[in-house]
């Protein structure tokens, strides 16, 4: 028996196709009649809110490449650095935005600083992580809470592992910290 499947190439492409099974015989009077059927469309989740709570609850918010520790340093009178860890664990892109948008950024004061390292790295020149490292400095005219946004993008490509691709072409060390300072 041959296939039922063209085998060259041409018209014979175009041509329908026999189907192995034979038609079903129509159910229905207006079937009968050659009338065609229209099916109801499928039922939608009542409420929109409600789709978007189960979503919420169901899904695993994204993971980072790396964990990431947020430092709080605010100078003492002897002009030393007091450091003081707020969350030594930010793993997912959910936990992120619970610390970014819970913190008081317009509470910081003068001369203190956030830091937002690689979880096991402390904020200080001699971890061994930091002995090659340097530093940018953007300065950014603090009016209608740009600051805010411009260091939340930048934590964000940092913290996302993009932040290398963003600035430079080649290759580099990844970035190991984020700083904030005020003053």
Known sequence: ?????????????????????????????????GEATISS?????????????????????LPLQYHWAVWHSKPDPQHQYILT???DDVSDIG????????????????????????????????????????????????DNNRAIRVWEEICLLCCGGELQAAIAQGKHKPPSALVLATG
Request: aromatic share 8%; hydrophobic share 30%; proline share 14%.
């Open 95 to 142: 936990r992120f935005y619970r610390i970014f948008n819970n913190m008081p950024w317009l509470q910081i004061r003068q001369n203190d600083s956030i830091h937002i390292f690689r979880a096991g790295v402390k904020p200080l020149w001699e971890d061994a992580e930091n002995q090659q490292g340097g530093r940018w400095l953007i300065r950014v005219r603090p």
């Open 41 to 61: 469309p499928p039922s939608l989740p009542r409420r929109s809110s409600s789709l978007h709570k189960q979503l919420i609850t169901k899904l695993r918010p």
């Open 1 to 33: 028996m041959g296939s039922v499947y063209p085998t060259t190439t041409g018209t014979a492409l175009l041509s329908p196709r026999r189907s192995p099974v034979p038609p079903a015989a129509p159910n229905t009077p207006s079937e009968k009649r």
């Open 85 to 87: 860890p707020l969350v």
